[in-house]
């Protein structure tokens, strides 16, 4: 009996003894998981024609809503494509130019000035000109960093109709995160600009 009882003690023992070796031994075989970015589905770009009294026309995502705009600054036919899902504003400003060349200058000086007014926080403003379906031309702005804005435009006739607009996001979520979002929403507004016929 006692035999059996020192060789109980002597497997307990040396079973500890096994426990605290492998517990002890080494750093453990785990990798952290690297920082992900948020999911976001994005649907397919779908296209529907503005409707209401405006001196133009195009077409905008149908996941979109069309809201005035209703800044104290804001003037008529101003206006946002919401993307709710996304909670992203396309706001659109317009113009006349009234055949008037000094009026004209200010309001291209008007667009670089306030696509240049993110040059506190941005890394980079690159600019591109891009001809529409139809011989218009745009002229595009993508800012690069942590920016309020992450893109703009201006389209005109030089005579009539003077037309911009800028990417907002209603949301703390970085940039580099949203980055698919911004790329989609640029489509849709490259698609705008095709589209678009002055009235």
Not at 98 to 104: A, G, I, T, V
């Amino acid at each position: 009996m006692a035999l059996r009882y020192r060789n109980s003690i002597l497997v307990l023992f040396i079973s500890g003894l096994v426990l605290l070796a492998s517990a002890c031994g080494g750093e453990p075989d785990y990798v952290p998981k690297p920082k992900g970015y948020n999911r976001i589905d994005l649907p397919d770009h779908t296209y529907q024609s503005l409707e209401g009294k405006y001196p133009y026309q195009f077409e905008y995502s149908s996941h979109a809503i069309i809201r005035p705009d209703t800044f104290a600054t804001a003037e008529p036919y101003w206006i946002f494509v919401y993307y709710p899902a996304l909670k992203a504003n396309l706001q659109l400003t317009y113009k006349s130019v009234d055949e008037d060349p000094k009026k004209f200058q200010e309001l291209i000086n008007d667009a670089y000035r306030l696509a240049n007014k993110h040059n506190v926080k941005a890394e980079a403003i690159d600019e591109f000109i891009m001809k529409t379906k139809d011989g218009k031309t745009a002229n595009l702005f993508t800012l690069q960093g942590e920016v309020p804005s992450q893109f703009q435009f201006y389209i005109t006739d030089t005579t009539t109709h003077f037309f911009r607009g800028a990417l907002y996001f209603k949301t703390a979520t970085k940039n580099d995160s949203l980055a698919p979002v911004i790329d989609y929403i640029k489509k849709d507004a490259m698609h705008m600009l095709n589209t678009l016929k002055w009235k």
